[in-house]
């Protein structure tokens, strides 16, 4: 998957969770690896580290 997929991804859930956008990525991401899923998995904890750093990007702003 393309970075800026993962980029639309993390923006997609920060506008429909807000600041619950980590929590659902985070349980996205363990239920691909409690599924044994690692590709998924890999995504999501892609996923989970882009959405902190557009949070951390805009707290500085």
Do not use: F
């Amino acid at each position: 998957m393309l970075m800026k997929d993962i980029n639309q991804i993390a923006i997609d859930l920060i506008s429909q969770y807000g600041e619950d956008a980590e929590s659902i990525a985070m349980l996205r991401a363990a239920e691909y690896a409690a599924n044994l899923n690692t590709e998924e998995w890999a995504i999501w904890e892609t996923v989970l580290k882009e959405i902190k750093n557009i949070s951390n990007n805009s707290s500085k702003q």
